[in-house]
């Protein structure tokens, strides 16, 4: 497994319950109802168990987890949880929430792995993500785990300008942009990890259709 992480990384990192808190401020902030960041860092957790992380490397991956979108916490733009297409510029904008987010995290204390995380979890496998255009393998595994995960639960969940798909078209989504966006073993180890609660899609229930007496 390719890592980020130093062999003699503590296995404990302060923080923890005050990160879960930051999650749920960011989950606010983007207009979440459900805990996103929360579901990510379960479902995160899962592939990097099949992938055979350390303990101390699964620890790290679920605190950038919940910490992923602090960079637009700190931002603090109106645009954000608007219910409107962004124009150009608040989409260049909107990309510095990754360095942004490692900077704060480093700021308040997080491990450098959990820093690089934050910063990288925006990467596409075929090197059009960003901030560092990196590609495949130059991308650490655990940030590629992050993207298909962060995909995955916000196509699944409402926000103001984005209203949630189902599970199956979601996983459709993956595998249509395996080899794109995403690393294709992770896709693949993704569509194989069960039946966790975290998978579910806060889509609306379609109405049953009515009949007649």
């Given at each position: 497994m390719?890592?980020?992480?130093?062999?003699d990384?503590?296995?404990?990192?302060?923080?923890?319950?005050?990160?879960?808190?930051?999650s749920?401020?960011?989950?606010?902030?983007e207009g979440?109802?459900?805990p996103?960041?929360?579901?990510?860092?379960?479902?995160?957790?899962a592939?990097?168990?099949?992938?055979n992380?350390?303990?101390?490397?699964?620890?790290?991956?679920?605190?950038?987890?919940l910490?992923h979108?602090?960079?637009?916490l700190?931002?603090?733009?109106?645009?954000?949880?608007?219910?409107r297409?962004?124009?150009?510029?608040?989409?260049?904008?909107?990309?510095?929430?990754?360095?942004i987010g490692?900077q704060?995290?480093?700021?308040?204390?997080?491990?450098?792995?959990?820093?690089?995380?934050?910063r990288?979890?925006?990467?596409?496998?075929?090197g059009?993500?960003?901030?560092?255009?990196?590609?495949?393998?130059h991308?650490?595994?655990a940030?590629?785990?992050?993207?298909?995960v962060?995909?995955?639960?916000?196509?699944?969940?409402?926000?103001?300008?984005?209203?949630?798909?189902?599970?199956?078209?979601?996983?459709?989504?993956?595998?249509?942009?395996?080899?794109?966006?995403?690393?294709?073993?992770?896709?693949?180890?993704?569509?194989?990890?069960?039946?966790l609660?975290e998978?579910?899609?806060?889509?609306?229930?379609?109405?049953?259709?009515?009949?007649?007496?």
């Open positions: 390719d890592s980020i992480f130093a062999p990384a503590p296995s404990v990192e302060p923080y923890d319950d005050v990160t879960a808190l930051i749920a401020e960011i989950d606010s902030f979440y109802t459900h996103h960041g929360k579901r990510l860092a379960t479902l995160a957790d592939i990097a168990e099949r992938f992380f350390a303990s101390h490397d699964r620890f790290s991956l679920r605190q950038a987890a910490l979108d602090l960079g637009e700190m931002m603090e733009r109106d645009y954000i949880c608007s219910d297409v962004l124009r150009d510029e608040e989409r260049i904008d909107m990309q510095r929430h990754t360095v490692e704060e995290a480093a700021r308040r204390g997080h491990s450098r792995a959990v820093q690089l995380l934050v990288w979890h925006h990467e596409w496998w075929n059009s993500g960003y901030p560092d255009a990196l590609e495949r393998d991308i650490p595994l940030a590629r785990i992050l993207r298909v962060d995909t995955y639960c916000a196509m699944t969940d409402s926000r103001p300008y984005s209203v949630a798909i189902s599970a199956g078209e979601a996983m459709r989504y993956l595998i249509e942009w395996s080899g794109i966006e995403f690393d294709p073993k992770i896709v693949s180890v993704f569509l194989s990890i069960g039946d609660p998978l579910n899609s806060f889509a609306p229930e379609e109405p049953a259709e009515l009949t007649s007496c």
